[in-house]
T-cell receptor, first 115, second 113 residues
Framework: GAVVSQHPSRVICKSGTSVKIECRSLDFQATTMFWYRQFPKQSLMLMATSNEGSKATYEQGVEKDKFLINHASLTLSTLTVTSAHPEDSSFYIC???????????FGEGSWLTVV | AQSVAQPEDQVNVAEGNPLTVKCTYSVSGNPYLFWYVQYPNRGLQFLLKYITGDNLVKGSYGFEAEFNKSQTSFHLKKPSALVSDSALYFCAVRDMGGQNFVFGPGTRLSVLP
């Protein structure tokens, strides 16, 4: 089946620094990738939708200057958390889709801890 | 706008008994419906989906789900639960032609030995 790889699985960074999380579709070209944030014991909160070659569409309340998303190719999207604060600590999950109507497949998630 | 409800935060079932995790949805037009499972500290794994065709959909790990258009439901079922089925289950809907998925709040399934 389709595989989505997310890296790193865990990262610790200092307050004020930036950290990049990568999401790769390994065996298909993903026209659309999604980034989610999940708080403990809660559902997924969609942060943004990225389409290859165009700007990401951010959900209401998500700071686009803080959470930079780049979908430079059909197999790679990156999420950069800039000027990280402890409240940015969370589980971030990406997913990828071949196109409208298709199943989306999820990465394994990335635990971000800001100290 | 699309929405998904999972009315139960927690479902407990004894090992070997049948299990049901409920999901109802709201979407304009015909829905694409999905179930995902999440184990602790992991991403979501795809279980099954309904696009068109038979209302009873069979998926991974012995799970199945029944699409009921009149009740706008897509309940997840398994005839005989395993302890290893204990996890967080998410129902999701996507409208035909749409890009975005909307997820339900999740239901935590505990299978007791």
């Amino acid at each position: 089946g389709a595989v989505v790889s997310q890296h790193p699985s865990r990262v610790i960074c200092k307050s004020g620094t930036s950290v990049k999380i990568e999401c790769r579709s390994l065996d298909f070209q993903a026209t659309t990738m999604f980034w989610y944030r999940q708080f403990p014991k809660q559902s997924l909160m969609l942060m943004a939708t990225s389409n290859e070659g165009s700007k990401a569409t951010y959900e209401q309340g998500v700071e686009k200057d803080k959470f930079l998303i780049n979908h430079a190719s059909l197999t790679l999207s990156t999420l950069t958390v800039t000027s990280a604060h402890p409240e940015d600590s969370s589980f971030y999950i990406c997913s990828a889709s071949r196109g409208a109507g298709n199943t989306i497949y999820f990465g394994e998630g990335s635990w971000l801890t800001v100290v | 706008a699309q929405s998904v409800a999972q009315p139960e935060d927690q479902v407990n079932v004894a090992e070997g008994n049948p299990l049901t995790v409920k999901c109802t949805y709201s979407v304009s037009g015909n829905p694409y419906l999905f179930w995902y499972v999440q184990y602790p500290n992991r991403g979501l794994q795809f279980l099954l989906k309904y696009i068109t065709g038979d209302n009873l959909v069979k998926g991974s790990y012995g799970f199945e789900a029944e699409f009921n258009k009149s009740q706008t439901s897509f309940h997840l079922k398994k005839p005989s639960a395993l302890v290893s089925d204990s996890a967080l289950y998410f129902c999701a809907v996507r409208d035909m032609g749409g890009q975005n998925f909307v997820f339900g709040p999740g239901t935590r399934l505990s299978v007791l030995p």
